[in-house]
């Protein structure tokens, strides 16, 4: 079992950047996919990047393809998610989730989730 917290997230003005981070508990954290995801009120939730166990396959929305960029750090049981040139479309509630399979796909099968870092971007 894995335990997930994001942060980061914060107010920012479009055309900024933000990182968030997704700390995990246990030492199994190498063996979890992870996908973050975000949500728009009336929307529902959808995956923008994921990454596997290793690090060495990411996938990305094309909504955010080439704007942000998904990484992890083994050791340090997190996962980032750098996000440059925002949008005020971007602004939602977003998480991280982790499975313990990796598919480059986009689907929301994921087992373990955290609570949520808002991310807002103003015009």
């Known amino acids: 079992q894995v335990q997930l917290v994001e942060s980061g997230g914060k107010l920012v003005q479009a055309g900024g950047s933000l990182r968030l981070s997704c700390a995990a508990s246990?030492?199994?954290?190498?063996?979890?996919?992870i996908g973050w995801f975000r949500q728009a009120p009336g929307q529902e939730r959808e995956c923008v990047a994921a990454?596997?166990?290793?690090?060495?396959?990411?996938i990305y929305a094309d909504s955010v393809k080439g704007r942000f960029t998904i990484s992890r750090d083994n050791a340090k049981n997190t996962v980032f998610l750098r996000m440059n040139s925002l949008k005020p479309e971007d602004t939602a509630v977003y998480y991280c989730?982790?499975?313990?399979?990796?598919?480059?796909?986009?689907?929301?099968?994921?087992?373990?989730w955290g609570q949520g870092t808002q991310v807002t971007v103003s015009e």
């Open positions: 989730a982790a499975r313990n399979r990796w598919q480059p796909d986009l689907s929301n099968e994921y087992t373990y």
């Open positions: 246990g030492r199994t954290f190498s063996t979890y996919a």
């Open positions: 990454i596997s166990r290793s690090g060495g396959g990411t």
